[in-house]
């Protein structure tokens, strides 16, 4: 592999175009308009001067890695890219229809690839005429922060595309796990955003987040509390995937609470929204 591809320029594509050029690839970043891939392009600058400022990067080491990124909206630019990676909205019916566009687009060695953290690698492929070339990479956020990855295979995934998926992911120093059969939410969020929901019934029935979040650090060593975690997760994607677990599983133990959808539907997403559980302006 020697270029790679990513669609979509926010938090989780930049920051996979920038694990990507630092381990010496040409990187495409495509997202829907120009400014969104500036966007995407000054969040890479930004975490490449905190890398100089820690002592982790090179001064000049970060002009050499910004020249591998090129930024664009035009999706034709992805015609030679060897493997693309799809970080785009967590809708099926989008990933699908981007798919479709790629599987024409690409040229037969192609790897596509999802960045999805929940839904279905086997139905994400069945848009396309390579099925055993889609594969999930689910990296985390921050990013270039986080070592693991998930690696998830869908039904007709081919051990040469897993092979040269794990290639890529030992080059950009990260650590793999390979789930070799799909399940909604993989491992990490399958455990994780359970926890976080039960925090969320908790806080529904009456406890205060700080109690909540204080039990849980000191009680359990958790290096921060369950509702202050859904806060830089996002409240409305932590509901989104609580939705696709109870929809899937059709258990009532992945039941959102209603708080929870209510603070959705009132615009308070956490931190990034600066209201979520905590207030943030």
Sequence with gaps: ????????????????????????FK???????????????KTIDLNLERLIKSGELKPEKKSEILSLIYG???LSDLKDADLVIEAVVENMAVKKQIFAELDNICPPHT???TNTSTLSITEIATSTQRHDQV????????VPCIKLVELVRGMETSDDTVKKTQ??????????VLLNRESPGFIVNRILLPYINEAVWLYGEGIDKETIDQAMILGANMPIGPLKLADI????TLYSIMLVFYNEFRDTKYRPHTCLSTMVRAGYYGRKSGQGFYNYE
Excluded: S, W
């Excluded at 592999?1 to 010496?24: P, R």
């Excluded at 990187?27 to 392009?41: A, K, N, S, Y």
């Excluded at 594969?135 to 921050?142: A, K, Q, S």
């Excluded at 890529?168 to 650590?175: A, C, D, Q, T, Y």
């Design 111 to 113: 790897i596509l690839a």
């Design 27 to 41: 990187v495409i970043m495509r997202d829907l308009q120009m400014p969104l891939v500036e966007d995407g392009l």
């Design 72 to 74: 664009t909206v035009d």
């Design 233 to 236: 997760i996002g409240l409305d």
């Design 167 to 176: 290639g890529f992911i030992e080059r950009i120093g990260k650590e793999h």
């Design 135 to 142: 594969i999930g990479i689910h990296f985390f956020n921050p």
């Design 1 to 24: 592999m020697n270029k790679i591809a990513v669609l979509g320029a926010g938090k989780m594509g930049a920051g996979i175009a920038q694990v990507a050029a630092q381990a010496g």
